[in-house]
């Protein structure tokens, strides 16, 4: 079955520490995102990649850091200059590049708590 | 820069009874329009959207939405709820020269009830 695996579901991690977020898809999607979700706020966009090697800023990179060495891998890495880290977390994915197939697919999400 | 904006943070609805969920955006270019759905602790289900064509657009698990440009409007409509609808709603838009990248509005919560 094709579809976006996120993992691990629920991340503890203590102050100060660095935590890697993965994000796998296996539909062949030429684009990846990451989000995080706080209550009453909606998604916010972290990072995105259009390409291989190549990724942008979103509206709250500050704090985090990705790659992009394959096609269908995108992990987050959450570092310890996060602020407030304690957050959901979503990855997807979409091929922006095909008509009448923009849309983005979601993983399961991250749940990630600082202790 | 695009912006989108849901009006209600919270609907209450009964069982069997219609709902409406708001969502109006902003954009100076032509946009996609997308609702997403939400169960808790999951990620988001593409419930419909809009790309061209009739403004009328029908979607999964009885839902309907209508893409009103004079008034920047993507409003969803079901005309009768389960039990099983109570979820989180989110809007989107993207600009159709933005590849692929999407806004999403801050979320409406559906609470049903017997």
């Known amino acids: 079955d094709g579809g976006i695996t996120q993992s691990p579901k629920y991340l503890f991690r203590k102050e100060g520490q660095n935590v890697t977020l993965s994000c796998e898809q296996n539909?062949?999607?030429?684009?990846m995102y990451w989000y995080r979700q706080d209550p009453g706020q909606g998604l916010r966009l972290i990072y995105y990649?259009?390409?291989?090697?190549?990724?942008q800023k979103g509206d709250i990179a500050e704090g985090y850091s990705v790659s992009r060495e394959k096609k269908e891998s995108f992990p987050l890495t959450v570092t310890s200059a996060q602020k407030n880290p304690t957050a959901f977390y979503l990855c997807?994915?979409?091929?922006?590049?095909?008509?009448?197939?923009?849309?983005?697919?979601f993983g399961p999400g991250t749940r990630l708590t600082v202790l | 820069a695009q912006s989108v904006t849901q009006l209600d943070s919270q609907v209450p609805v009964f069982e069997e009874a219609p709902v409406e969920l708001r969502c109006n955006y902003s954009?100076?270019?032509?946009?996609?329009l997308f609702w997403y759905v939400q169960y808790p602790n999951q990620g988001l289900q593409l419930l419909l959207k809009?790309?061209?064509?009739?403004?009328l657009v029908k979607g999964i698990n009885g839902f309907e939405a209508e893409f009103n440009k004079s008034q920047t409007s993507f409003h969803l409509r079901k005309p009768s709820v389960h039990i099983s609808d109570t979820a989180e709603y989110f809007c989107?838009?993207?600009?159709?020269?933005?590849?692929?990248?999407?806004?999403f509005g801050a979320g409406t919560q559906v609470v049903v009830t017997p």
């Open positions: 989107a838009v993207s600009e159709t020269d933005s590849w692929g990248k999407f806004q």
């Open positions: 954009s100076s270019v032509s946009v996609y």
């Open positions: 997807a994915s979409s091929f922006p590049g095909l008509a009448g197939s923009i849309e983005q697919f």
């Open positions: 809009y790309l061209s064509g009739s403004t």
């Open positions: 990649s259009q390409i291989v090697n190549d990724f």
């Open positions: 539909l062949n999607h030429d684009a």
